[in-house]
């Protein structure tokens, strides 16, 4: 069936740390989200990205379209990256639905 | 600040009460959706409104009733919840809903407590 995944379910790291989270999807997609939730609930977008590679300050992310995954990196990490991350997808056949993952939950540790 | 507020931020609610949350965005888009984030699963589409019209009910019960009255407001009327209902309930909005290119913004969510 459709499935997004997201690895690793959970992480910790120690302040200035560098990590890389993952997000494995099944199908062809035309939309592709990476969230930031927050303690408080908000979700904070970092990037919207179906292809490509972008960057934004000490976060960027690559999607591999033709191999169904993308990639999140956090360098330099800081105690308020933690939180969990949400990858989203809008597969392209014919459904018009943001399927979330299951989230990475980061603690960011000083 | 994502353009996109709610309220109330927090409801506790009996089972018999009626209430409704409130959605508003100011980023001049055309698609609305209401999304349930229960603890320990991933979040789910509810609703999906575009250019004022409902284009999907993800097989919600009826005690959930949506309104969109236009393209700036959406309404999720609540009537008879089940604890089980408790939840955090997002609202976001996009461009239009309808083919790819459409990146959705999330307002901070209704943190909602069944009693």
């Known amino acids: 069936g459709i499935q997004v995944e997201q690895s690793p379910p959970d992480l910790i790291l120690q302040e200035g740390a560098n990590s890389t989270l993952r997000c494995n999807f099944s199908d062809s997609v035309n939309n592709l989200q990476w969230f930031h939730q927050n303690p408080w609930g908000q979700l904070i977008n970092l990037f919207y990205?179906?292809?490509g590679t972008k960057q934004n300050g000490r976060l960027s992310a690559t999607t591999v379209a033709t191999e169904r995954y993308s990639l999140l990196y956090i360098s330099s990490s800081q105690t308020t990256d933690s939180g969990v991350y949400f990858c989203?997808?809008?597969?392209?056949?014919?459904?018009?639905?943001?399927?979330f993952g299951a989230g990475t939950r980061l603690a960011v540790h000083p | 600040e994502t353009g996109v507020t709610q309220t109330p931020r927090h409801l506790v609610m009996g089972m018999t009460n009626k209430k409704s949350l409130k959605c508003e965005q100011h980023?001049?888009?055309?698609?609305m959706y209401w999304y349930k984030q229960s603890a320990k699963k991933p979040l789910e589409l509810m609703f999906v409104y575009n250019f004022k019209e409902q284009t999907e009910n993800n097989s919600v019960p009826s005690r959930f009733s949506p309104e969109c009255p236009n393209s700036s407001h959406l309404f999720l009327h609540l009537h008879t919840l089940q604890p089980e209902d408790s939840a955090l309930y997002l609202c976001a909005s996009s461009l239009t809903s309808g083919g790819g290119a459409n990146e959705q913004f999330f307002g901070p969510g209704t943190r909602l407590t069944v009693l």
């Open positions: 989203a997808v809008m597969f392209s056949g014919g459904y018009n639905k943001l399927i």
């Open positions: 990205i179906p292809s």
């Open positions: 980023l001049g888009h055309n698609a």
